[in-house]
């Protein structure tokens, strides 16, 4: 899979600081027929490479590829093996890692109980009433975190919608039209509202400016740095999580 942009990108940060942004290696090639930037995962080596313009610089090659993280975040997870829901497996839900455990007599519905997980009813429907469970979970909780900052914001979203997009964790559009990704309830909380405090901001500025910077931090509270490191490092394999491939 490729990513590829004629956008050029440049950035206020050091060579050092945009390749530490990256979660692996990365090598940039620079070719006379190239026309844009392009950017492959190579699964074998483990590396990223780029290929630019002849006249790129190393420092806008970098910014560009940063910016183009949650594509190379999705490629990782794809490399990942995944996690599907079974019975004797576990979940991290909300950070703390849950074991799952079934028993035909049980209910149906998944419960919390004593720190598990408990399944009922036909083994079969295990993953598919699992994953149910987390997305009602995420959403009740996702509501209540996007309430809580819109309010402090002062601003009011047109609609909050909880989904499963394969690269973002979350998005705000022009009409107010928030999304999310239901993994995020597999994050530990100050993960998950780091991405909603993220969004609630944009109900403000749809750019990331330093007047988006402010409002983020503001509405997040400290540790925000924390928080969007934490989900860099998690975020490959939420995103695996209750997958069969
Ligand atoms: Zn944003």
Request: charged share 30%; net charge positive; with cysteine.
């Amino acid at each position: 899979m490729q990513a590829s942009s004629n956008i050029m990108w440049s950035s206020g940060r050091s060579e050092a600081q945009l390749e530490a942004g990256l979660a692996i290696p990365i090598e940039i090639r620079r070719l006379k027929s190239a026309r844009r930037l392009r950017l492959r995962f190579d699964e074998a080596a483990g590396t990223l490479k780029l290929t630019c313009p002849w006249r790129t610089s190393r420092r806008t090659a970098l910014a560009w590829a940063l910016d183009q993280r949650d594509w190379i975040d999705a490629q990782l997870a794809l490399a990942q093996p995944p996690e599907p829901f079974v019975a004797g497996g576990s979940i991290p839900l909300e950070g703390r890692e849950v074991p799952i455990a079934w028993r035909e007599d049980w209910p149906r519905t998944p419960q919390l109980v004593d720190d598990e997980l408990r399944c009922g009813g036909p083994e079969e429907a295990l993953a598919r009433r699992v994953e149910a469970f987390l997305k009602r979970r995420a959403r009740d909780t996702l509501s209540s975190d996007i309430a809580e900052f819109a309010s402090a914001a002062g601003v009011v979203p047109a609609s909050l919608t909880i989904g499963d997009a394969s690269s973002r964790w979350g998005s705000c559009s022009s009409q107010r039209r928030i999304r999310m990704s239901w993994r995020l309830i597999l994050a530990p909380p100050n993960v998950r509202r780091y991405v909603a405090a993220h969004e609630v901001a944009h109900l403000v500025h749809l750019n990331h400016g330093a007047e988006f910077r402010a409002l983020e931090a503001r509405l997040f509270g400290p540790g925000i740095g924390e928080a969007r490191s934490e989900l860099r490092r998690i975020g490959p394999r939420l995103r695996r999580i209750g997958r069969r491939n």
